[in-house]
């Protein structure tokens, strides 16, 4: 139903987020942090079906708990610096375009024939490292 009168519509500001952990994952603080297939942070991986989150502010292991046991502080909506890929390098010519998730610090040119999910878009590319945002 439509609003018919004022609303006090809470917030948050969305770039340091809680995000609860998959079953025995294990994440590195400053690592790719991505969603699995059912929505649980992970480490960033060569998988299709996950989903660029961002940076981990902190280390967590959740060896031996389920789904959701531990919760897992990630940065957002920045641009991070990520390793680039010694076999499928982001160059220049892919400023702009999107890069794809190699494992938790390092990004791809390619999504490597349907075997890489998307991490995010190229915002610099220098020689220690891929900008992403």
């Known amino acids: 139903m439509a609003l018919s009168a004022d609303r006090n519509t809470p917030a948050k500001d969305g770039q340091d987020i809680p995000v609860p952990m998959a079953a025995n994952a294990v994440i590195h603080g400053g690592g790719i942090v991505v969603a699995n297939a059912t929505g649980y942070a992970a480490p960033g991986s060569t998988a299709t079906g996950l989903t ?29 610096k990520w390793k ?12 702009g375009k999107v890069c794809y ?33």
């Open 52 to 80: 660029y989150l961002g940076r981990s502010e902190e280390a967590k292991d959740n060896t031996g708990g389920a789904d959701g046991a531990k919760t897992i502080r990630v940065r957002r909506k920045k641009a991070f």
């Open 84 to 95: 680039n890929s010694g076999t499928d390098p982001v160059t220049q010519a892919e400023l």
């Open 101 to 133: 998730i190699e494992d938790d610090e390092t990004v791809a040119k390619t999504n490597g024939t349907s075997t890489r999910s998307a991490c995010g878009v190229v915002v610099g590319v220098e020689a220690d490292g891929v900008w992403v945002e």
